[in-house]
């Protein structure tokens, strides 16, 4: 008789659930179904109050908002938490495990002593700054780590599993410091990159970047520093993490999964509009503007195309200039907003996807519409370079006229292009394999598990 392994893995995100749109969501769902000799735990930061979930043993919220400290305050706490907004100065995280109890002396974001605090680093560091802009921005950062710092019980698992550095990453550090439990990091997007072009995208004057930066990097630094393993989802990921000063021999790449029982070629209906298609996060990174200027170009010398965008919006300032620009450029009958939809039923509908991200690391989209047999007009970034442009051209990001040219390569030459499409779709199915990604996952956090079991019979 065989005996099923007994493991319980706690999961930690930042805002992702199993049910979440998007990719992190999906990846998600694929590792927690996939793995049915597990059971799972998961800790969402920012997340609801209450969510059930028929894998989940045991669901908890951490807030973004930090609490009222308990017991002594100690001042001195938060000054050296401080310096992780500093560019030359050593970072206090490093030594967290011996500085926990230390860290959650620190005054409450909402008390005097915390304002007296900031207000005497302000004097010596940013004077002559915006002191509002500086106080907020700060005060947003540590209020999520004050109230990671603050949890005194772990939540209970044989190993750790953050997806991401960032907040995530850091508690799953705090965890292993109060456990002795090993600690795996999945990265998907490169934390510290992926804020770096948020702020960059805001126009945030150059110092409020600067701050920022180095409490990111800090912060990340510290999550490399103590998993015990890092995986990504592709090799460009990999060389970056060791950039940033991940230990080289404990970062991996599994490469993120496509279940093609569900996205899988299907036959094509005809009809005078050829569709093409798009599903995205409604937010600036992912080019929706470059598409539909792209859609103008393309309506102009292609009258029979439909355009659809379906995914949920998270930036409504955002989507509200992209339905402006829609109106001035008189596309609003050719494009479709969907919003927030299973994209399983969506791209059957599709003639060509299209991914007119400006910054993208591993698209589950994109995967899922290969798998589908569609054919794929991509922008280059690091990700996407990997995964698709073997098998498709890729256009610079930010260049809507490329974009728009690509677009109309294929679909003036769709017959052909679908042909080879449903030769990408079996190719993707080989290297994006279901499978495999289970397999790996089960055989790493194994190895965590008997990591965890010698570091405590040693102790």
């Known amino acids: 008789m065989t005996v099923l392994p007994s493991l319980t893995v706690s999961l930690i995100s930042e805002g992702v659930l199993p049910t979440s749109i998007g990719g992190v969501g ?37 807030s973004l908002e930090d609490l009222e400290e308990t017991g002594k305050v100690d001042p001195t706490a938060l000054e050296s938490l401080l310096k992780t907004f500093l560019d030359d100065d050593e970072n206090p995280l490093l030594h967290l495990e011996e500085a926990v109890e230390w860290y959650r002396s620190c005054p409450s974001t909402k008390s005097r002593a915390f304002w007296k605090v900031l207000t005497n680093f302000y004097q010596e560091h940013f004077l002559g700054r915006s002191y509002a802009k500086f106080f907020l921005t700060v005060r947003s950062l540590l209020s999520p780590m004050l ?56 126009g945030e004057e150059s110092w409020v970047t600067r701050l920022c930066l180095n409490f990111f990097k800090r912060m990340s630094e510290v999550v490399y520093e103590k998993a015990d393993k890092i995986i ?43 569709v093409v298609g798009t599903v995205i996060r409604i937010v600036p990174v992912k ?27 998270q930036d409504r300032r955002y989507f ?7 109106e001035r450029l008189n596309l609003s009958g050719s494009i479709e907003f969907v919003g927030e939809d299973d994209p399983t039923k969506w791209y059957p509908k599709f003639d060509v996807f299209v991914l007119p991200s400006l910054m993208e690391c591993a698209s589950m989209a994109v995967l899922e519409a290969m798998a589908s047999g569609l054919p794929v007009v991509c922008t280059e970034t690091a990700g996407t370079r990997e995964m698709v442009g073997k098998y498709w051209p890729l256009t610079p990001p930010g260049d809507p006229e490329k974009l728009a040219e690509r677009i109309y390569e294929v679909i003036t030459s769709l017959d052909e292009c679908r042909s080879k499409a449903l030769k990408v779709a079996g190719e993707v199915a080989k290297r994006h394999s279901l499978k495999t990604f289970t397999e790996r996952y089960f055989t790493t956090f194994m190895d965590l598990k008997s990591l965890g079991f010698n570091e405590t019979q040693e102790a």
Not at 164 to 190: C, D, E, Q, R, S
Not at 247 to 272: L, Q, Y
């Open 26 to 62: 999906r990846w998600l769902n694929y590792l927690i179904n996939g793995l049915t000799d597990f059971s799972f735990n998961l800790m969402v930061i920012g997340g609801p109050e209450k969510y059930g979930y028929e894998k989940i043993n045991r669901y908890e919220s951490l």
């Open 147 to 202: 109230s990671i710092l603050r949890r005194k019980t772990p939540l209970e698992g044989d190993v750790y599993c953050a997806l991401n550095a960032g907040y995530a990453g850091f508690a799953g550090v705090l965890m292993k410091a109060l456990t002795g439990k090993p600690l795996l990091v999945t990265v998907h997007g490169i934390y510290e990159d992926e804020r770096e072009w948020e702020l960059r995208s805001m």
């Open 232 to 274: 990504t989802v592709n090799e460009a990921n990999r060389r970056r993490l060791i950039e940033l000063g991940a230990p080289k021999d404990r970062v991996e790449t599994i490469k993120n999964p496509v279940n093609t029982d569900v996205f899988k070629p299907t036959s094509k209906k005809t009809g005078d509009k050829i």
């Open 287 to 313: 080019g929706l503007k470059d598409f539909i200027l792209a859609a103008k170009r393309l309506t102009e010398k292609a009258p029979n195309l439909r355009f659809i965008v379906v995914g949920p919006v």
């Open 320 to 326: 509200q200039r992209c339905i402006e620009l829609v």
